[in-house]
């Protein structure tokens, strides 16, 4: 199955620009109000949604062989990854900020990581501590293309690493960092499963991918650990609740999927009715936060067809410059952190105007790599192959 789905790129666009938004609102020296922080503070759980379409889009592609699947996947990464690694280090550089070879090589070589600080990501480039989590998965993935039974063991296995980590000692910071880096795996291989279980007939209906996604939103809310912002069960939590998102639309553009599951009135409020509990008794949100999480759950829950009508009718104007980022959400992700930090260093203007000029800086420039640079990469890598 070989498939582009628009409402995809809306999906990555919407990624890109929560990453984007939180760290413009959270480190430019900007004073939020708790409404704007609470609107900007998904951007872990934005990555997460990365994951999950990632695992999802990759696995539906006919590559014809692995060598092909490989050398898709490394012309789409590497290149972009790589100029925005050496625009980190000499802009750190240039203004006097100082890191450790160790961490250089790391992200040199794709093994940088949040616990283990001899291979932490360069400060200006910390979001990279996906993308080698993303190519490791991508590498997991040759097993499972070689083996298509791995893939329930190996997402059990994950899954099971991520829950263990709660009720064992800590173990030393290296070993740490590649138990954790195999939990997240899961969540990569929540998107595949989606494909696994599309291919076998079984689709999810629209109203149920969507009240899913609100009860993702919510679980997003309520952490099993501190600090919060990288607990693997919220994180874990909101991925299902986006995979059954994607599910749903995977579904929707395959009208000979032949078992379309939906959740009643029943079903939806007794996950409701737990989701809440939790959300109430053991969140640290505030206030604000928890009652809009309960309304777009009730929400979702009572009137999921009218709810998924009224967003469809919101965001319809919004798809042609969705889908515009969504096709350089990869480069956005990558450049507006440095570009950030740059700004933030330099101080020209106030924190505001920096933030704009940000925001102005990190659109060019994914422009040109995304749309300027890498096309002519992927022909030249082509035109080699076929030589």
């Known amino acids: 199955m070989t498939l582009r789905l628009h409402s995809f790129d809306f999906l990555r666009a919407a990624c890109a620009l929560m990453v984007l938004a939180g760290h413009l609102c959270t480190e430019m020296g ?13 951007g872990t759980e934005a990555v997460v949604g990365f994951f999950v379409l990632s695992g999802c889009l990759i696995s539906m592609q006919d590559y014809g062989s692995r060598a092909n699947y490989l050398r898709a996947r490394l012309v789409r990464i590497v290149p972009n990854y790589y100029v925005m690694l050496i625009f980190s280090a000499v802009a750190m550089l240039a203004f006097g900020v100082a890191f450790p070879a160790s961490n250089l090589v790391a992200n040199a070589l794709f093994l940088q990581t949040l616990d ?11 979001q990279s501590w996906s993308l ?8 997991g993935f040759l097993a499972i293309l070689a083996w298509p039974r791995l893939l329930l063991p190996l997402f059990v ?29 899961s969540i990569w291989l929540s998107g595949v499963l989606v494909t696994w279980l599309v291919r076998r007939g079984h689709g999810v209906s629209i109203e149920t991918g969507a009240f899913m996604m609100a009860v993702g939103f919510c679980l997003s809310r309520e952490p099993f650990s501190s600090p919060a912002k990288f607990d693997f069960g919220l994180l874990f939590n909101f991925g299902i609740g986006f995979a059954f998102l994607v599910w749903a639309l995977v579904t929707q553009a395959m009208p000979g999927v032949s078992r379309v599951h939906h959740f009643n ?5 007794v996950i409701s009715a737990v989701v809440l509990t939790g959300l109430w008794r053991w969140s640290d949100s505030f206030l ?18 009218r709810m998924v009508r009224i967003v469809t009718v919101l965001v319809r104007p919004l798809l042609p410059f969705m889908t515009y980022v969504g096709g350089l959400s990869y480069a956005l992700y990558l450049v507006h952190y440095p570009v950030l930090h740059v ?23 994914a422009h040109l790599l995304d749309y300027g640079m890498q096309p002519r990469i992927v022909a030249a890598v082509r035109g080699r192959k076929h030589a």
């Open 30 to 42: 900007i004073a939020p109000n708790r409404i704007l922080l609470g609107a900007t503070s998904f």
């Open 116 to 126: 283990w600080s001899p291979a932490n990501p360069l400060n200006w480039y910390a």
């Open 132 to 139: 080698s989590y993303e190519i490791w998965y991508y590498i």
């Open 157 to 185: 296995a994950s899954l099971g690493v991520g829950i263990a980590l709660y009720f064992t000692p800590k173990p030393p910071d290296a070993v740490n960092a590649l138990l954790r880096a195999f939990a997240f795996f």
């Open 265 to 269: 009135l029943v079903v939806r409020a």
């Open 288 to 305: 604000e936060m928890k009652e809009v999480m309960t309304a777009l759950v009730v929400a979702f829950a009572v009137l999921p067809g």
């Open 343 to 365: 700004l933030y260093q330099a101080h020209p203007f106030t924190p505001v105007v920096n933030a704009l000029i940000v925001l102005l800086l990190s659109f060019a420039i």
